[in-house]
């Protein structure tokens, strides 16, 4: 009888384990062999490109891609968002735009907007952790709207 509990504890863990719903991210499958972006050389322009690559999806340096993405504004804006009693900034609010257009099958779409957002407390005695959590926030907010951005391109022709 103990064997046949152990044999039927062992399916149930190899039932559980392969039902989790966890599954390795796959490169991007769009429907174009070509694309170009034009209008910029961010930080935003290189994390497309590289999920591009991934899918082999070539580039076209002079704008003549299947699919061509067009940035008409990359803003990057840091504001006050609140301050101490004594005066000094206790929080800041980070704000990430990009405008672009999209042109597939010789159409182009309307202005399409992305903006992320993210806000960090402030301490000046802490000045370089304050630096480097900056950094990863702008970081994290360049990785979001490039995986906005694919999305849509994903769900073009849908």
Not at 85 to 96: A, C, D
């Amino acid at each position: 009888m103990n064997k046949f509990k152990i044999i039927i504890i062992f399916i149930t863990i190899c039932c559980f384990q392969t039902s989790c719903g966890f599954h390795l991210r796959k490169p991007i499958s769009i429907n174009f062999g070509s694309y170009s972006i034009i209008g910029d050389n961010s930080l935003i322009s290189e994390n497309l490109k590289k999920q591009f690559s991934y899918g082999k999806i070539l580039e076209e340096k002079d704008g003549n891609g299947e699919l061509v993405i067009e940035i008409l504004e990359n803003n990057f804006e840091k504001r006050i968002l609140s301050l101490a009693g004594t005066g000094q900034v206790g929080e800041f609010e980070l704000i990430q735009t990009l405008s672009y257009r999209i042109k597939s099958k010789n159409n182009w779409s309307t202005i399409r907007k992305l903006e992320a957002i993210r806000e960090y407390t402030f301490d000046p005695a802490l000045y370089s952790a304050a630096a480097e959590e900056e950094k990863f926030l702008k970081d994290s907010m360049i990785d979001q709207i490039s995986r906005s951005l694919i999305t849509e391109i994903n769900n073009l022709d849908k």
